[in-house]
């Protein structure tokens, strides 16, 4: 009980270790879920650095520093050093390395210090000048004609350096532009070309879903997304609804697209026609996951609309090729159940309750008086006088 005790005063729970947790506010977060586990730091000095936005980095703790996630540092740049927040440590970092292709032996920037006081106020000053830095990059963009969209601008952290984010269609020569945002901004000009989505991620936002975009929280790696996704799902081509934030297909549509195209397989042509005794039936709609499909004795339009299943859609359209024709598309016990249907108002007419009401309200009055009656004829027949 003591042991549980002290594992709450230093966790703050019994459940999940707290220092595993970080800042929910940062895009790309990612649960520590070994920072309980003694020894866990000690087995590589890398650690995961994330700055503004979805812009990460792995750097060498070679000072030995005590570094828990959370914690900002200043780390080496080029040229002068950079703020970021410490993002992951330990083991996990060994298996972030492996999406970036890079290796413990590769060579990796450095760890200064953790941020000081004045580190922290060059930084606010950096990301104070950022949203003008960007309205009057647009305009200079706009004078010398070029075809892109600056998005976002990020100071480095000592103020020394500028990176802008722009979008572009086509290939932009942008080297007269870099003259004039250096001469402009006195600073050292980067320029990074990002896609519709990655701008959405920076951003960021709340989807239709009512959560905030995966591009902003989640999602690393953009894979296209095109119109069959869409189709495999059954679901209606309207761009409104399909496209997201960034005016691109939704990247949720590949998230079940292989489930469906699974499930999909399992069931018949959708081409084929149906022959039976009653008529010729075509493909209407389809549940994928239920396995159903429904089908309609109008080409055009929903008419007589039956829904059967996978394999009795199968059976049938083996007998058409046997050349039988089935008496209907549902099965025999579907069509004996529909015969002897257990609907009241198609067996009888309910105005028998009302007779019922009516024949006991009968028999309640009638009652009474036949006893009177009854009861007088005995009077009567008491007093009549005897015959001499």
């Not at 440590?89 to 760890?111: A, C, F, H, Y």
């Not at 199968?314 to 039988?324: A, F, T, V």
């Not at 257990?342 to 006893?371: M, S, V």
Request: charged letters at 35%; hydrophobic letters at 30%.
């Amino acid at each position: 009980m003591e042991e549980k005790l002290k594992y709450k005063e230093q966790n703050g729970c019994s459940g999940i270790c707290p220092k595993g947790c970080g800042h929910m506010d940062a895009p790309l977060n990612t649960f520590d879920w070994l920072a309980d586990v003694p020894g866990n730091e000690e087995d590589t000095d890398i650690v995961e650095v994330q700055f503004k936005n979805t812009r990460k980095g792995y750097y060498r703790n070679s000072n030995k520093l005590p570094l828990v996630k959370g914690d900002i540092v200043a780390v080496e740049a080029n040229p002068g050093h950079d703020i970021g927040r410490v993002t992951l440590t330990g083991r996990l970092v060994l298996l972030q390395l492996k999406k970036w292709r890079l290796t413990p032996e590769s060579e990796l920037k450095r760890i200064y210090r953790k941020a000081k006081p004045v580190d922290m106020e060059k930084y606010e000053e950096a990301k104070a000048k950022e949203h003008d830095t960007m309205i009057r990059s647009r305009q200079i963009a706009k004078d010398l004609n070029l075809d892109m969209k600056i998005g976002d601008v990020e100071y480095q952290g000592d103020g020394n350096k500028a990176i802008f984010y722009y979008i572009a269609d086509n290939r932009v020569d942008f080297r007269q532009l870099i003259k004039v945002l250096a001469d402009v901004f006195r600073v050292k000009i980067e320029m990074k070309q990002i896609g519709a989505r990655q701008e959405a991620g920076r951003i960021g936002g709340i989807g239709p879903c009512g959560r905030e975009l995966c591009c902003a929280t989640f999602t690393t790696n953009f894979v296209s997304v095109s119109t069959l996704a869409a189709r495999f799902q059954d679901i209606s081509l309207n761009p409104q609804k399909l496209a997201g934030q960034c005016a691109k297909l939704k990247c949720c549509l590949n998230y079940e697209v292989d489930a469906y195209v699974e499930a999909s397989k399992r069931l018949p042509p959708r081409d084929i026609e149906i022959e039976t005794v009653e008529g010729t039936y075509y493909f209407f709609k389809a549940d994928i996951m239920k396995g159903e499909l429904t089908y309609s004795s109008d080409k055009h339009i929903p008419a007589n609309l039956k829904t059967i299943t996978a394999r009795r859609a199968k059976q049938l359209i083996e007998m058409n090729k046997r050349g039988e024709k089935p008496q209907s598309l549902l099965e025999d016990d579907i069509l004996r159940n529909e015969k002897h249907s257990t609907d009241l108002l198609e067996q009888n007419n309910i105005d028998r309750f009302d007779n019922a009401q009516r024949n006991k309200k009968r028999r309640r009055n009638n009652g009474p008086r036949e006893h009177r009656n009854n009861d007088n004829k005995r009077e009567r027949k008491g007093n009549k006088p005897q015959q001499q």
